[in-house]
């Protein structure tokens, strides 16, 4: 047990992955979900700062963290699935669901697949559209360079691209985040790539999730400008929009206290 009182703990899943996670028995049970190329500890600054007697659970997606693949190739309806099965599996009901850029994908899977079975959602640095081709194709781009000249390449270009050069902790993040991404490598990033430049088309399921929900965005992020922000957002029934100063994509690392307390009102 962690010093925050998480447990690791893993599930099997039935095509043979082995599904890794955190978890915190407690009230009102709170789902975190990382993004692209990261793992739990992602969201490690964000547990410190939320109330110690929070229920939290913490999974690791496929090809993630110590997460291994099954046979199934990986897609944002599976990583929900895995989610949905995990919670159900450990007794949790009416979670909050909280996720962040590839996370918010899978929550999104998670509400189109189980509408009502969450009581709220945070949807954190994400979108609910789809790639277009140019997204598509730097996708596939990236799995070229995974391919030829490894994880490490592609890391070294897409790494500068979710944070803040200017943030006064740019540089923990960056070494942070390329141990994460060292744990994903080779094998679990491609897939996940492919599974990204697929996912579905949400934003025709926004309206029907009416359930209290709030949006997170950094005003400085490269990859989800505000605008698109505002317009999830606006999509959402009743949704809050909360924009962080001087933030970039990776608002959980670079903001911990400020995402935490918006968490803590779900």
């Known amino acids: 047990m962690s010093a925050s009182g998480l447990v690791r703990a893993h599930f099997a899943t039935e095509d043979g992955a082995d599904i890794a996670y955190r978890i915190r ?67 949790i009901e009416a979670p909050a669901i909280a996720g962040l850029s590839m996370g918010g994908y899978a929550a999104l899977g998670v509400a189109a697949a189980h509408p009502g079975f969450a009581r709220a959602f945070a949807f954190v640095s994400t979108s609910a559209a789809p790639d277009d081709d140019e997204g598509r194709l730097r996708r596939a781009a990236g799995i070229t360079t995974i391919r030829r000249e490894g994880w490490r390449r592609f890391a070294a270009g897409f790494i500068p691209s979710i944070l803040n050069a ?14 994460m991404f060292e744990h994903a490598g080779d094998s679990g990033l491609p897939p996940t790539l492919m599974a990204l430049a697929a996912r579905p088309d949400r934003r025709e399921l926004l309206p029907t999730i009416r359930v209290p929900s709030i949006v997170i965005a950094g005003t400085v992020d490269a990859l989800i400008p505000t605008d698109r922000a505002r317009e999830l957002a606006t ?30 009102t779900l």
């Open 25 to 91: 028995r407690g009230r009102d049970p709170l789902v975190l979900i990382h993004g692209l190329g990261c793992d739990a500890s992602m969201w490690d600054g964000v547990v410190a700062a939320l109330p110690n007697d929070l229920g939290l659970v913490i999974p690791e997606l496929r090809g993630h963290g110590e997460s291994t693949l099954g046979w199934r190739a990986p897609s944002v309806d599976q990583w929900a699935d895995d989610v949905w099965r995990l919670l159900r599996d450990k007794g």
């Open 166 to 179: 200017s943030g006064a902790q740019c540089e923990a993040h960056r070494k942070h985040l390329t141990t």
């Open 235 to 264: 999509s959402l029934p009743g949704a809050q929009l909360h924009l962080l100063e001087g933030i970039a994509h990776m608002s959980a690392m670079e903001a911990p206290e400020a995402v935490a307390d918006l968490l803590g």
